[in-house]
């Protein structure tokens, strides 16, 4: 199995298109935000991590993200993948990260041993303003489908 992206977002929404392609809407995409508050700060971001399973594979993995500041691991998680193989598929990855003042987090994400794709998460000093933030609301809905519901 291959990772083909992953990404902090706020909200996705599987569909279904012409034909039968299913179809990932991403709402929120980022890799920074401002501190809800002032420091400490301990957040829950969303990740979501695509992934792709040639044909000949069996279909099982474990996926692993590693929550990195500066070379030392804040935060783990571990988790089974399941995708038919031929198809494509995502897992939902979360973990509580605490911020003591503005920095990045990097999280490292592989399947098994493979190679690993790292996205950073950049926490702002707090927005001076909230009525000058320029972030849009989250968008309605929460989070739909599960990992259950992988298929290409």
């Known amino acids: 199995m291959q990772i083909m992206s992953a990404l902090f977002i706020e909200h996705f929404d599987m569909r279904q298109a012409a034909g039968g392609a ?68 995502y897992n939902l990855v979360q973990a509580d990260l605490t911020f003591d003042e503005p920095s990045t987090i990097e999280a490292h994400c592989r399947i098994d041993q493979g190679e690993v794709v790292v996205v950073p998460l950049t926490m702002n000093p707090p927005a001076d303003d909230a009525s000058a933030s320029s972030e849009a609301p989250p968008a309605a809905g929460g989070w739909t489908g599960t990992p259950a519901e992988q298929s290409g």
């Open 22 to 89: 299913a179809r990932i809407d991403l709402a929120g995409v980022h890799f920074s935000m401002a501190a809800p508050s002032p420091f400490p700060v301990t957040i829950t971001p969303h990740m979501l991590v695509l992934v792709r399973c040639p044909a000949a594979h069996a279909g099982l993995a474990a996926l692993e993200v590693r929550f990195l500041r500066g070379g030392e691991q804040i935060a783990r998680n571990v988790q089974p993948l399941s995708v038919e193989p031929g198809k494509f598929g």
